[in-house]
Structures are given as C-alpha cells and as structure tokens.
C-alpha cells in the first residue's frame, strides 16, 4: 500500500524559513517524480515544486522560484519543500504527491499525501 505523509506545517510570520516533509512507503521512490502542490481557500490546486527522484532533476513554479526548494533524502524515501522567505500569499494546505512526470498538472500524479496546512502572517 502505497502511503505518502506530510508533515513540518503550522503558523508562521512572514519572512525566515519552514521545512515541509513528505515520507512515502510502499512506492519505488527512485525512479519517478515527486512534486508538492498547494490550495488556498477558493482556489485550484497549483504545483509549486517537482523532483524526478533518480536524476534528481528539479523544477519550480515562478511564484515560488529563488524562495523554495525540494531537497531529497533517497535512504529515507523523503522529499522536502525548503521554503524561505514566506509570504501571505504562501498560505495553502501543502500536499505532496508522487507520478510518473514532473509537471504541475495535477492529473499527472496518482498518489497524494493528506495535506499539512501552512499559514504565513503578516
């Protein structure tokens, strides 16, 4: 079975750094793409951040680039959303998900995670 867990979310003030994680299990980690998406109230599901796990290839959204990044541990199955810098505008459930391409469409992923809540304050 196939599991992915998110964790690191909370409050926080805008500006300094929070560390999302995302455990997975039960999925061949290294050799497909893990990516980390976010919701805000009212609005679509957007990708922010996608890895390919075995080339370790990364790809960023432009509202996110030069803040975020999406380090890896392979030995851990674990990939993370290092965000720096945050916003108001950051503030969404973040959830991770893994698939086959590392795009930002959400019908190109077919696991997800339940979702960590990040709220950044001004």
């Known amino acids: 079975q196939v599991q992915l867990v998110e964790s690191g979310g909370g409050s926080v003030q805008a500006g300094g750094s929070l560390r999302l994680s995302c455990a997975t299990s039960?999925?061949?980690?290294?050799?497909?793409?893990m990516g980390w998406f976010r919701q805000a109230p009212g609005k679509e599901r957007e990708g922010v951040a996608s890895?390919?796990?075995?080339?370790?290839?990364?790809y960023y959204a432009e509202p996110v680039k030069g803040r975020f990044t999406i380090p890896q541990d392979n030995a851990k199955n674990t990939v993370y959303l290092q965000m720096s810098r945050r916003e108001p505008a950051d503030t969404a459930m973040y959830y991770c998900a893994a698939g086959v391409r590392c795009g930002f469409a959400v019908e190109e992923y077919i696991y997800w995670g339940q979702g960590t809540q990040v709220t950044v304050s001004s």
């Open positions: 039960g999925y061949d980690y290294d050799s497909d793409c």
């Open positions: 890895i390919h796990t075995g080339y370790s290839t990364t």
